[in-house]
């Protein structure tokens, strides 16, 4: 069974930042699609970024510029640095990846919060 938990939220001022981490059991980081999405009380999931297994990158538009997603192949690890942090970045994250692997992720950073496989999240708090 496929296992995903996150790591590395905290609470920060404006401006700060976070690096958040994504351990990964029983599926490769590396060479399947794998994506970050938030969600807050109330409010709708959000995807945020997502990472296919060429190295393709999609980014929302509220975090281009911001967020950089990556991994590490070695500790088959997702991560997502975290720059410039506002408060309507306070959310949930989570890691998520589709129900079966595949390399590309077919719609993007838009398709993340509909993915099946996810962890617990990570709490990001951001105060003005």
């Known amino acids: 069974q496929v296992q995903v938990a996150e790591s590395g939220g905290g609470s920060v001022q404006a401006g700060g930042s976070l690096r958040l981490s994504c351990r990964v059991s029983r599926y490769s980081s590396s060479r399947n699609c794998m994506g970050w999405f938030r969600q807050s009380p109330g409010k709708e999931r959000e995807g945020v970024a997502s990472?296919?297994?060429?190295?393709?990158?999609s980014y929302a538009d509220f975090v281009k510029g911001r967020f950089t997603i990556s991994r590490d192949k070695t500790k088959n690890t997702l991560y997502l640095d975290m720059n410039n942090l506002n408060s309507e970045d306070t959310s949930m994250y989570y890691c998520?990846?589709?129900?079966?692997?595949?390399?590309?992720?077919?719609?993007?950073?838009?398709?993340?919060?509909?993915?099946?496989?996810r962890g617990q999240g990570t709490q990001v708090s951001v105060s003005s």
């Open positions: 990472l296919d297994s060429d190295g393709s990158t």
């Open positions: 998520a990846a589709p129900a079966l692997p595949v390399p590309t992720c077919s719609s993007g950073y838009r398709g993340v919060g509909d993915f099946p496989i």
